[in-house]
């Protein structure tokens, strides 16, 4: 079983940054991924990066202004977000699964999400 925590969101003005952290408890090590899905929209595919490797994948939308990072020794991965729209305003999740995948449903474990806000 996988269970996945997400923290970091918050408030911030446009241009500013957060760093979103997605605490896992797991026996496995998993490639993980962030989704985010605003009001009214479909959830999104932000980025992902492999198990053991650590190679990341963004979606076209964000690259430059994101980085997904690990530290597997922790448990951890963060997502680092820069230079933000309010249109990145959404919930975040992260994700767990075998593969880098952009579809929601080809990802099995989810966490709850937090929710980042970006005032103009």
């Known amino acids: 079983q996988v269970q996945l925590v997400e923290s970091g969101g918050g408030l911030v003005q446009a241009g500013g940054s957060l760093r979103l952290t997605c605490a896992i408890v797991s026996r496995g090590i998993y490639t993980m991924a962030w989704f985010r899905q605003a009001p009214g929209k479909e959830r999104e595919f932000v980025g992902a990066i492999s198990a053991t490797t650590a190679s990341t994948y963004y979606a076209d939308s964000v690259k430059g202004r994101v980085t997904i990072s690990r530290d597997n020794a922790k448990n951890t991965v963060y997502l680092q977000l820069n230079s933000l729209k309010p249109e990145d305003t959404a919930v975040y999740y992260c994700?767990?699964?075998?593969?880098?995948?952009?579809?929601?449903?080809?990802?099995?474990?989810w966490g709850q999400g937090t929710q980042v806000t970006v005032s103009s």
């Open positions: 994700a767990a699964g075998a593969n880098v995948r952009t579809m929601p449903s080809e990802w099995p474990y």
